[in-house]
């Protein structure tokens, strides 16, 4: 599997770019601290377990101190009590699934992943 690779999501309104970009791929949010060694060992598990193809999903790192701004809209539009690291996957320009801290797992994301997908597939075949 390729290296994966975080696009900085370092701005108000590329966030809202994020939310529709959700809606044709999903999208996973990554709030870290990279002053704060739990946020940096979540983030190289991440990175060392990494085994999901990038045309499934879209990635984006957000530096939690640095823009405290964005951090707060993603908790004000998410509805997800703001903590980090943390971890936030969207699609269709809502949030669907979240985890927190030492929760924060592949396989856990993988299998959020597959619900989404197979959520979208069954509701594409009733409209």
Request: hydrophobic letters at 40%.
């Amino acid at each position: 599997m390729p290296p994966l690779h975080w696009k900085v999501l370092d701005n108000l309104n590329q966030f809202d770019e994020v939310l529709e970009n959700s809606r044709v791929k999903p999208v996973l949010v990554f709030k870290h601290r990279p002053t704060s060694p739990e946020s940096i060992t979540i983030k190289k598990r991440l990175e060392d377990e990494w085994n999901i193809d990038s045309d499934q999903l879209d990635l984006y790192i957000i530096d939690d101190a640095k823009n405290h701004d964005i951090a707060e809209k993603i908790t004000d539009s998410s509805g997800v009590e703001h903590e980090f690291p943390q971890v936030l996957l969207y699609a269709d320009g809502v949030t669907m699934y979240d985890e927190s801290h030492d929760m924060i797992h592949v396989k856990k994301i993988k299998i959020a992943l597959k619900i989404i997908n197979r959520t979208f597939k069954w509701m594409e075949s009733r409209a």
